[in-house]
Antibody, heavy 126, light 110 residues
Framework: QVQLQESGPGQVKPSETLSLTCTVSSGAVRTGGYYWSWIRQHPGKGLEWIAN???????FYNPSLKSRVTISVDTSKNQFSLNLSSVTAADTAVYYCARERYTPKALTTNFFFDSWGQGILVTVSS | QSVLTQPPSASGTPGQSVTVSCYGG????????VSWYQQFPGTAPKLLIL???QRPSGVPDRFSGSKSGTSASLAISGLQSEDEADYFC???????????FGGGTKLTVL
């Protein structure tokens, strides 16, 4: 069973860059057929997908966050990372990394997240 | 405001059956598969149903998913106290070209 673990600072100052890393164990980010995603959840709210990446480096971003987000993968360390720039209080949330099965097709597009990290609360505050 | 609409709460007594609904439109649920997630307070979501009605291994068959038109449902039979959690639905939206989620339904076992 693949396991994921987020790491990074729990507090970031406004206007700075939020940087998180997800370390994958009992599995490899180079596993074909899976994308590696970042998802966040504002306190007491629903889920918001941020971005994902394939081990080859192919990336997809949520259009609403794309201008501020960079996702990257390091297959040698079995990790993938998230950078979110120019943060504000609205970026305060629990950030999860997850393994995603994403299959875009001509007629239907399917996705689901079958493994999740435990989540890390990031607070934007001075 | 979530693209997929879920009732904020649902409840049932032990042993009962309960259904959680997820309402969308033709560009999301009406066209693409739905997945469901279970989340306990302070923990990460867990995949419960993938692709409308398929259960991952390890998920009890008390949980089942279905879809009709532009709405999807998660049914839980033989309700147990440990089923008390938040439940989220998700689907791809062709118009938005992205992943959309429901706002979640808090299930209370009375």
């Amino acid at each position: 069973q693949v396991q994921l673990q987020e790491s990074g600072p729990g507090q970031v100052k406004p206007s700075e860059t939020l940087s998180l890393t997800c370390t994958v164990s009992s599995g490899a980010v180079r596993t074909g057929g899976y994308y590696w995603s970042w998802i966040r959840q504002h306190p007491g709210k629903g889920l918001e997908w941020i971005a994902n990446i394939y081990y080859s480096g192919t990336t997809f971003y949520n259009p609403s966050l794309k201008s501020r987000v960079t996702i990257s993968v390091d297959t040698s360390k079995n990790q993938f990372s998230l950078n979110l720039s120019s943060v504000t209080a609205a970026d305060t949330a629990v950030y999860y990394c997850a393994r995603e099965r994403y299959t875009p097709k001509a007629l239907t597009t399917n996705f689901f997240f079958d493994s999740w990290g435990q989540g890390i609360l990031v607070t934007v505050s001075s | 405001q979530s693209v997929l609409t879920q009732p904020p709460s649902a409840s049932g007594t032990p042993g009962q059956s309960v259904t959680v609904s997820c309402y969308g439109g033709g560009s999301n649920i009406g066209t693409n598969p739905v997945s469901w997630y279970q989340q306990f307070p302070g923990t990460a979501p867990k995949l419960l149903i993938l692709t409308d009605n398929q259960r991952p291994s390890g998920v009890p068959d008390r949980f089942s998913g279905s879809k009709s038109g532009t709405s999807a449902s998660l049914a839980i039979s033989g309700l147990q106290s440990e089923d008390e959690a938040d439940y989220f639905c998700a689907a791809w939206d062709d118009s938005l070209n992205g992943r959309v989620f429901g706002g979640g339904t808090k299930l209370t076992v009375l």
